[in-house]
């Protein structure tokens, strides 16, 4: 094993953000099975109070900031960058404690997540991209003495994450494939971790836009690489995976088992799918991985291979979140809504 990250790591993460994440349900997708000819199954982070899975990692280490310092008056305060999801549930985690929150955003990031989140009282910085929104953050840190709650490459964030494959095993122990939206990586990390730890033939599937897919790029490259980045409904998977990449690079590159890209007309007709087939509204990042089993793009990674049994039976599909502009989500899945 070449990490540190351990199953036991994320089951204290189950019991530290207990209370402030919720412990969301896993839903029959029968349409989906159809068209993937297999049962698959639905898990809804789109529940979350901030409307995403990030609540997880964020709560983990900010719970645990709390506790290795002793109090929350302790901590000076947090501060992150983030296309708007993380940025939302660290803000909410630290009202929850009580801490001062400074979340660095590019201008991409959709209004509706910059107005969430100054709701939570929690500052909020822009730059003109992602990788700048990083740069500020790093130096915000070190001049405040704020302690940078990382969006996804961060030991105790990966292990909030895969609070979410224990979950799974237990609603589904027979589950064959997990897919996940794939971005920095810290949820596909975290996922897979906790999941192949515990049934080591399950296979976990990331899935990208093909607008900027820094994370596939960088797997092909065998080292961390940049990409300009690109307008894309999957607005949260925006962003590079850092060229210092310290855990989930080589976490992805050893636990993933195909890493696939959708592109923009697939994730429109994936969240008018969601929201015909199961009245969710799903954003764009989200929809990602419903995309690629509706345009059968796993079909490559999900087969019998060498060693391995039949081809899986059982999937489940991470629902990453719901944070839409509503606009603009309406107008992109417009032309695909009649059945
Ligand atoms: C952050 C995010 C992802 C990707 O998670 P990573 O850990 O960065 O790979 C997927 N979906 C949504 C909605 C997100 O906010």
Redesign the pocket.
């Known amino acids: 094993m070449t990490t540190a990250i351990t199953l036991a790591d994320i089951h204290a993460a189950r019991r530290r953000i207990a209370g402030v994440a919720a412990r969301t349900p896993l839903i029959p997708a029968p349409a989906l099975s159809r068209v993937a000819g297999a049962e698959v199954h639905l898990k809804l982070e789109n529940l979350q109070p901030t409307g995403?899975?990030?609540i997880r990692g964020a709560a983990n280490k900010i719970a645990r900031l709390v506790e290795e310092r002793g109090s929350a008056d302790a901590v000076t305060g947090v501060t992150t960058f983030s296309?708007?999801?993380?940025g939302r549930a660290v803000a909410h985690v630290a009202r929850r404690f009580g801490v001062r929150a400074v979340i660095c955003v590019s201008r991409g990031v959709p209004e509706v997540k910059l107005q969430a989140i100054r709701d939570l009282g929690a500052a909020i910085d822009v730059s003109p991209t992602q990788d700048e929104a990083e740069a500020r953050c790093r130096r915000l840190a070190e001049e405040q003495g704020l302690v940078l709650v990382h969006?996804?490459d961060d030991p105790d964030v990966i292990a909030g994450?895969g609070t979410i494959g224990l979950e799974l095993l237990e609603d589904l122990p027979e589950v064959d494939a997990v897919v996940?939206?794939?971005?920095?990586?810290?949820?596909?990390s975290g996922v897979a971790l906790a999941l192949k730890a515990l049934r080591p033939g399950v296979r976990v599937i990331g899935v990208s836009m093909e607008r900027g897919p820094v994370?596939y790029h960088s797997l092909r490259a065998g080292r961390p690489v940049t990409l300009p980045e690109e307008p894309t409904l999957a607005d949260?998977?925006v962003g590079g995976i850092g060229l210092d990449n310290r855990y989930?690079f080589r976490l992805v590159r050893e636990l993933a088992d195909g890493v696939v890209l959708v592109s923009e007309e697939a994730i429109a007709r994936a969240m008018a799918f969601m929201l015909r087939e199961h009245g969710l509204v799903v954003?764009g990042?989200?929809a990602t991985a419903v995309a690629a089993l509706l345009e059968g793009k796993l079909e490559g990674t999900l087969e019998a291979r060498a060693g391995s049994s039949a081809a899986p039976r059982r999937i489940a599909v991470v629902v990453?979140?719901r944070?839409v502009d509503v606009g603009r989500a309406l107008a992109a899945m417009e032309p695909y809504l009649a059945p």
């Open positions: 995403a899975f990030k296309t708007g999801n993380h969006p996804f994450q996940v939206p794939l971005s920095g990586g810290g949820l596909l994370m949260s998977l989930t954003e990042g989200a990453t979140g944070n």
